[in-house]
């Protein structure tokens, strides 16, 4: 886990154990693991990788589990608005619909980091459906599906949909660089939800690593769906919205209503969050998995 300094860690590691500070059966003990692993693996009688099964990677089959997981793992944290009747699952037949969001059509925002590259990175990183591409996949041929990435107020009030998805959320990254003091949603996304959801019924999708602060803005949602980062498999998220299968998904922490909570565990005294640990609500329509 040094990959650039590591002429400068062996340096610090021979003064170490040279000045005693760290004991040589110490250093044995750690080599002897890594060692006793890679004998187990075989790596010493066959190094290099068997490329006969290149094949396997991304194949349809394993996409397919891919969607499963995805499917399972989408949380239902609100469906309903009191001046609406519009609620989860989505109509296939609906005239005209809108999908707004960068993260709607980009396969590498759904990935996140620790992918392709340590911190990941938008655009077409991967072969698979974007959750744009699972919805036209999804909806009747009737349906007319626009996607405007950030359309503007007179756009959305004039444009005759019947209702809308908003897909909105953070950019890729890994470890320390993804580190957050306010764990809000980015600001584009914000003024995406300000201005689609107060005009539309609409339904937003949350690309997250972890809980974001929602709550200021739930008032002006139908729906929101917790979809963590769905990887290369959008199609699973429609898979969902649209009612082929149910959501079953719950929360795997807090989901805390200000970054002035945490700290946050369930069983706290003051417990108080937005939505508790294994919260997830369902529709009662479609599939089970």
Known sequence: MVPINYKEFISHINVLVNSGQISRDRMDDAVRRILRVKFVAGLFEKPMADRSLLGMLGNEKHRN?????????????????????????????????????????????????????????????????????????????????????????????SGDYSYAVVVVGEPP?????????????????????????????????LISGRPLVVEPYLPLMNSLVAAWLPGSEGQGVADVLFGDYDFHGKLPCTWFRTVDQLPMNFGDEDYDPLYPYNFGLTTGVGKAG
């Open 173 to 205: 990254y890994a470890e320390m660089l993804g580190d957050n003091k306010n764990l809000t949603i980015p600001q584009e996304g914000i003024d995406l939800i300000q201005n689609v959801c107060s005009r539309l019924d609409s339904v937003v999708v």
């Open 65 to 157: 589990i891919a969607r499963e997981a995805v499917r399972k793992s989408l949380v239902l944290l609100k469906n309903s608005k009191y001046s609406s009747n519009l609620k989860l699952p989505l109509s296939k037949s609906a005239r005209k619909i809108l999908v707004a969001g960068r993260h709607a059509n980009d396969i590498g925002l759904q990935c996140g980091g620790w992918t392709m590259t340590w911190q990941g990175t938008s655009g077409d990183i991967s072969i698979g459906t974007t959750i744009l591409e699972g919805i036209k996949n999804t909806v009747s041929p009737i349906t007319q599906v626009d996607y405007i990435m950030c359309p503007d107020p007179g756009l959305t009030s």
